[in-house]
């Protein structure tokens, strides 16, 4: 298998301030992402030969793309793969450049959550069944109660006692919002402290508010091409190193092997994608990473998953400040879910923006120093039924 | 011979005291506490209960008959007993039949499950009683009422208890009643009811039934008198001339009027207490009264020792707040977290998944003896296609695997305590945690599954399973 390795190239991206954009429509915030893509790439909407179009409840069909961007009669795909959306419409139009069907692809993920009225997205019940009809026997597990179950059996595991982990956590959540306080597309811009984090209500134990992600509006977009063709349009166009994407079938509930302290998908999506890329050492090699802290837990079984500390050790590396901007890994540098909240459909590509800007030297106040390589993650589903994770890594070319 | 060959029973496990309800609303607090079911708790799952308490008695013993006794079903129109025989997974060539609408539907059904037995056309017959009854708050029958459900096997061969005779008078009589529309019990004033209604009926059962078969109170070791209170039944008894000792409590100062669970309350009370030999009157009221005569045999020890209702009158946990009573009630709508709406129920995959949903039937692999729930087409573990045999988990003990506590969830009383179940035997269920106290919620904690209600769509009641922490 050759891979995605190198064939194709991203040489434009836009995203949105991400957050409660109550005057914004999906048509606005398409159109915000995907113009700052076009000025960034130097092309318009008349260059786009194909596109995918990545949402999971903004836009039932591609029209919705067509139709904000009146791209006229062109091929557009609708993408919808849980919380990896927005990188698994980036797989499917990097797939498509590298068969060498397409020149030029634009990919888009946009989520509205905001006018939904909705506190918190839906439960891990809708994962395995229509959506349209069921026996609705499937308990009503929220998002942060599957969490709060890996979280208890981690502590249990390691030994850890429920404060002990709860200030563990805390480190990450304080992290986060230390980088996001830095960016201005973020949705919250503001520090909090470790006791803030302890103090907050508790949505599901042993996580509070404050471990979990936001609930927000927002859109990322990319515009794609071959590599051999990507120096054409710009100096510093960032490379795709690998795609991966990981899916899970069940096996959490329907045997008793899983062990509630790892995310099994996470782990296989990072293999596939070290494999792509030839990495052999991740810790050492990815300078930069961008993952999916939905809940604070989240993010510390993923410094795990993605081998970035070995198993049962993350809090070495919390403790030590290891994945902090000053730290040799740095981990959400732009302030992760934590600070923009998660548009379910636009997140992935939110990540990838920021891995590539921070490629090209872009990022400011939080800019990290000469990064090489950088990966970015998501998880999507429900732990007990089955995720999908996605891990995407892109380079610099020198 | 026909009788009673086994018998079960089910209190929901919340109780309150009748002091605290009397505080809320400043009237005067009667003695005692009742039982309260829970808000995933109903008629139909009380009585599957029972059922189950009952059959774990007698397990090989196949059922024929079933029949629910009730005045509060949760369908106006639609069986209840085909849903508990579908949760206890009996064959589909059981006669289900619903007695409603009668305080004395247990009695009722006892006639027509021991004439059945005695005319040849049955031989096990589960006769279940279960009462979830709604009054209104701030009276004295909020605080008497009790819900709970009790269940007896009528048959013909290892009784417990062999009927003696019975005796039945039916009249046209209002004393309280749920007309259309109505969500609570209405009644007419009090002092009619108990005495036209209670009183005079009662009398004339049982002084009817010792003349039809010449028997003196004094040759019987018990009498279970159906009753509104303590008060009424023991001044029934004693115009009667039957001794204090000889009257039978139905836990109507632990549990409550369990409506026409009643009956069946009081005669497993003085079962579970009797002697072989000793002979039982009971009698119960409701447009007319039934009476009924047994005589305990020796085989009573057997079903003694598994003290069905000294382990129900153990599990307790107290309701501390009114407000938390009124939710498990239904009685006050709250504002709930905006969540998004649950997909739309359908009635087709109702049907289609009745046996994983409402029998908890998973599969076990032919090839590889990988037990797995839900039901699956191919293995998990060798990927066998089509080669599974059913495999039920309802009656399979459990541990807590990991857990949370969920206050997001939208549920009448918050928060929701959910785990993963590993079953003893292989499996795995992720599942809500039903009767806790969240702080009780540990890995490793023993749990049993409980049939319960998940919510009511559309005026469907969707029933499935939860564990519950196993309490001896």
Same mark, same amino acid.
């Given at each position: 298998?050759?891979?995605?390795?190198?064939?194709?190239?991203?040489?434009?991206?836009?995203?949105?301030?991400?957050?409660?954009?109550?005057?914004?429509?999906?048509?606005?915030?398409?159109?915000?992402?995907?113009?700052?893509?076009?000025?960034?790439?130097?092309?318009?909407?008349?260059?786009?030969?194909?596109?995918?179009?990545?949402?999971?409840?903004?836009?039932?069909?591609?029209?919705?793309?067509? +139709?904000?961007?009146?791209?006229?009669?062109?091929?557009?795909?609708?993408?919808?793969?849980?919380?990896?959306?927005?990188?698994?419409?980036?797989?499917?139009?990097?797939?498509?450049?590298?068969?060498?069907?397409?020149?030029?692809?634009?990919?888009?993920?946009?989520?509205?959550? +905001?006018?939904?009225?909705?506190?918190?997205?839906?439960?891990?019940?809708?994962?395995?069944?229509?959506?349209?009809?069921?026996?609705?026997?499937?308990?009503?597990?929220?998002?942060?109660?599957?969490?709060?179950?890996?979280?208890?059996?981690?502590?249990?595991?390691?030994?850890?006692?429920?404060? $002990?982990?709860?200030?563990?956590?805390?480190?990450?959540?304080?992290?986060?919002?230390?980088?996001?306080?830095?960016?201005?597309?973020?949705?919250?811009?503001?520090?909090?402290?470790?006791?803030?984090?302890?103090?907050?209500?508790?949505?599901?134990?042993?996580?509070?508010?404050?471990?979990?992600?936001?609930?927000?509006?927002?859109?990322?977009?990319?515009?794609?091409?071959?590599?051999?063709?990507?120096?054409?349009?710009?100096?510093?166009?960032?490379?795709?190193?690998?795609?991966?994407? @990981?899916?899970?079938?069940?096996?959490?509930?329907?045997?008793?092997?899983?062990?509630?302290?790892?995310?099994?998908?996470?782990?296989?999506?990072?293999?596939?994608?070290?494999?792509?890329?030839?990495?052999?050492?991740?810790?050492?090699?990815?300078?930069?990473?961008?993952?999916?802290?939905?809940?604070?837990?989240?993010?510390?079984?993923?410094?795990?998953?993605?081998?970035?500390?070995?198993?049962?050790?993350?809090?070495?590396?919390?403790?030590?400040?290891?994945?902090?901007?000053?730290?040799?890994?740095?981990?959400?540098?732009?302030?992760?879910? +934590?600070?923009?909240?998660?548009?379910?459909?636009?997140?992935?590509?939110?990540?990838?923006?920021?891995?590539?800007?921070?490629?090209?030297?872009?990022?400011?106040?939080?800019?990290?120093?000469?990064?090489?390589?950088?990966?970015?993650?998501?998880?999507?589903?429900?732990?007990?039924?089955?995720? =999908?994770?996605?891990?995407?890594?892109?380079?610099?070319?020198? | 011979?026909?009788?009673?060959?086994?018998?079960?029973?089910?209190?929901?496990?919340? /109780?309150?005291?009748?002091?605290?309800?009397?505080?809320?609303?400043?009237?005067?607090?009667?003695?005692?506490?009742?039982?309260?079911?829970?808000?995933?708790?109903?008629?139909?799952?009380?009585?599957?209960?029972?059922?189950?308490? &009952?059959?774990?008695?007698?397990?090989?013993?196949?059922?024929?008959?079933?029949?629910?006794?009730?005045?509060?079903?949760?369908?106006?129109?639609?069986?209840?007993?085909?849903?508990?025989?579908?949760?206890?997974?009996?064959?589909?060539?059981?006669?289900?039949?619903?007695?409603?609408?009668?305080?004395?539907?247990?009695?009722?059904?006892?006639?027509?499950?021991?004439?059945? =037995?005695?005319?040849?056309?049955?031989?096990?017959?589960?006769?279940?009683?279960?009462?979830?009854?709604?009054?209104?708050?701030?009276?004295?029958?909020?605080?008497?009422?009790?819900?709970?459900?009790?269940?007896?096997?009528?048959?013909?061969?290892?009784?417990?208890?062999?009927?003696?005779?019975?005796?039945?008078?039916?009249?046209?009589?209002?004393?309280?009643?749920?007309?259309?529309?109505?969500?609570?019990?209405?009644?007419?004033?009090?002092?009619?009811?108990?005495?036209?209604?209670?009183?005079?009926?009662?009398?004339?059962?049982?002084?009817?039934?010792? $003349?039809?078969?010449?028997?003196?109170? /004094?040759?019987?070791?018990?009498?279970?008198?159906?009753?509104?209170?303590?008060?009424?039944?023991?001044?029934?008894?004693?115009?009667?001339?039957?001794?204090?000792?000889?009257?039978?409590?139905?836990?109507?100062?632990?549990?409550?009027?369990?409506?026409?669970?009643?009956?069946?309350?009081?005669?497993?009370?003085?079962?579970?207490?009797?002697?072989?030999?000793?002979?039982?009157?009971?009698?119960?009221?409701?447009?007319?009264?039934?009476?009924?005569?047994?005589?305990?045999? $020796?085989?009573?020890?057997?079903?003694?020792?598994?003290?069905?209702?000294?382990? &129900?009158?153990?599990?307790?946990?107290?309701?501390? /707040?009114?407000?938390?009573?009124?939710?498990? /009630?239904?009685?006050?709508?709250?504002?709930?977290?905006?969540?998004?709406?649950?997909?739309?129920?359908?009635?087709?995959?109702?049907?289609?998944?009745?046996?994983?949903?409402?029998?908890?039937?998973?599969?076990?692999?032919?090839?590889?003896?990988?037990?797995?729930?839900?039901?699956?087409?191919? @293995?998990?573990? &060798?990927?066998? +296609?089509?080669?599974?045999?059913?495999?039920?988990?309802?009656?399979?003990?459990?541990? =807590?695997?990991?857990?949370?506590?969920?206050?997001?969830?939208?549920?009448?009383?918050?928060?929701?305590?959910?785990?993963?179940?590993?079953?003893?035997?292989?499996?795995?269920?992720?599942? $809500?945690?039903?009767?806790?106290?969240?702080?009780?919620?540990?890995?490793?904690?023993?749990?049993?599954?409980?049939?319960?209600?998940?919510?009511?769509?559309?005026?469907?009641?969707?029933?499935?399973?939860?564990?519950?922490?196993?309490?001896?």
């Amino acid at each position: 298998m050759p891979g995605i390795k190198d064939r194709v190239s991203i040489i434009g991206m836009g995203c949105t301030k991400f957050g409660e954009l109550w005057d914004k429509s999906v048509e606005d915030l398409i159109v915000e992402a995907v113009y700052e893509a076009f000025d960034d790439a130097g092309v318009g909407p008349d260059d786009i030969q194909a596109a995918w179009f990545g949402t999971v409840y903004s836009g039932l069909t591609a029209v919705t793309l067509a +139709k904000a961007l009146k791209l006229r009669y062109i091929p557009i795909t609708r993408v919808e793969n849980m919380c990896a959306t927005g990188t698994e419409a980036l797989r499917a139009a990097a797939y498509a450049i590298a068969a060498g069907i397409y020149d030029i692809a634009l990919v888009v993920g946009v989520e509205k959550l +905001k006018d939904t009225g909705w506190t918190g997205v839906s439960s891990a019940n809708v994962v395995s069944q229509s959506m349209i009809s069921s026996s609705n026997t499937e308990p009503d597990i929220t998002a942060p109660s599957m969490f709060a179950m890996l979280a208890n059996r981690y502590f249990y595991v390691y030994k850890i006692s429920p404060d $002990e982990g709860k200030r563990l956590l805390a480190h990450i959540v304080v992290k986060n919002h230390h980088n996001g306080a830095l960016n201005p597309k973020a949705h919250f811009r503001r520090e909090v402290t470790i006791d803030d984090v302890l103090n907050s209500p508790i949505v599901a134990w042993p996580l509070g508010i404050l471990d979990s992600c936001g609930v927000s509006d927002g859109a990322a977009a990319a515009i794609l091409t071959r590599s051999d063709l990507a120096r054409s349009f710009r100096e510093d166009p960032i490379d795709i190193k690998a795609l991966a994407i @990981c899916t899970g079938d069940s096996r959490p509930t329907l045997t008793t092997d899983y062990d509630f302290t790892h995310v099994e998908e996470n782990f296989l999506a990072a293999q596939m994608a070290y494999e792509e890329a030839g990495i052999k050492n991740p810790r050492k090699e990815i300078s930069i990473a961008e993952v999916h802290d939905c809940f604070s837990i989240h993010e510390m079984l993923i410094y795990e998953d993605l081998q970035f500390s070995a198993r049962g050790k993350a809090r070495i590396d919390i403790e030590s400040g290891a994945f902090t901007l000053d730290g040799d890994l740095p981990i959400n540098t732009d302030g992760g879910l +934590k600070s923009f909240g998660h548009p379910i459909g636009a997140s992935g590509l939110r990540m990838i923006y920021e891995v590539y800007k921070q490629l090209q030297g872009k990022c400011g106040p939080r800019q990290i120093k000469n990064p090489t390589l950088g990966l970015t993650h998501n998880l999507g589903g429900s732990i007990g039924i089955g995720n =999908v994770a996605s891990v995407c890594i892109l380079g610099r070319r020198d | 011979m026909v009788g009673i060959a086994c018998y079960g029973v089910y209190f929901p496990i919340r /109780r309150m005291k009748r002091e605290q309800l009397a505080e809320v609303w400043g009237t005067a607090g009667l003695a005692g506490e009742r039982a309260v079911a829970n808000y995933d708790e109903d008629a139909v799952t009380m009585a599957t209960e029972a059922a189950i308490s &009952c059959m774990r008695g007698v397990q090989k013993k196949p059922i024929d008959r079933l029949l629910l006794a009730t005045t509060s079903a949760p369908y106006y129109e639609k069986q209840s007993a085909s849903i508990v025989a579908s949760a206890l997974g009996l064959s589909s060539d059981v006669f289900t039949v619903d007695y409603t609408g009668s305080l004395r539907g247990a009695t009722i059904a006892l006639t027509a499950a021991t004439d059945a =037995v005695e005319s040849g056309h049955a031989r096990n017959v589960l006769l279940i009683a279960s009462d979830k009854r709604a009054v209104l708050p701030k009276g004295k029958r909020e605080q008497l009422w009790g819900d709970g459900a009790a269940a007896v096997l009528v048959g013909e061969s290892d009784l417990i208890a062999v009927l003696e005779g019975s005796h039945s008078l039916s009249e046209n009589f209002l004393g309280e009643w749920r007309g259309e529309g109505d969500m609570f019990v209405k009644s007419w004033e009090e002092r009619f009811v108990i005495d036209e209604g209670y009183m005079r009926p009662m009398r004339e059962v049982i002084i009817g039934i010792m $003349e039809k078969y010449r028997f003196e109170p /004094r040759d019987f070791r018990r009498v279970i008198l159906s009753a509104p209170d303590t008060r009424r039944r023991n001044r029934l008894a004693k115009t009667l001339g039957f001794e204090l000792t000889q009257v039978q409590d139905a836990c109507l100062d632990t549990i409550g009027n369990t409506g026409t669970a009643q009956p069946l309350v009081g005669l497993i009370s003085a079962l579970e207490e009797a002697s072989p030999g000793d002979r039982l009157l009971l009698a119960t009221y409701g447009d007319g009264a039934d009476a009924f005569i047994f005589r305990v045999t $020796e085989k009573i020890k057997d079903i003694q020792q598994r003290h069905e209702l000294k382990k &129900c009158l153990r599990r307790r946990m107290s309701v501390n /707040r009114y407000s938390e009573y009124l939710k498990m /009630r239904n009685f006050v709508a709250t504002e709930e977290p905006k969540r998004p709406e649950p997909i739309p129920l359908s009635v087709t995959c109702l049907w289609r998944e009745n046996k994983k949903n409402l029998a908890l039937v998973g599969v076990k692999c032919k090839k590889c003896g990988t037990v797995q729930y839900p039901p699956q087409r191919v @293995c998990v573990a &060798c990927k066998a +296609k089509d080669n599974f045999e059913d495999y039920s988990f309802s009656d399979k003990k459990g541990t =807590v695997f990991t857990f949370s506590v969920d206050y997001l969830t939208p549920a009448p009383v918050s928060p929701t305590v959910f785990a993963v179940i590993d079953f003893e035997g292989g499996g795995r269920i992720w599942c $809500e945690v039903t009767d806790i106290d969240p702080s009780e919620i540990k890995i490793g904690m023993p749990v049993e599954m409980t049939f319960r209600k998940l919510a009511t769509v559309n005026g469907i009641s969707n029933y499935f399973w939860k564990a519950r922490p196993y309490r001896k």
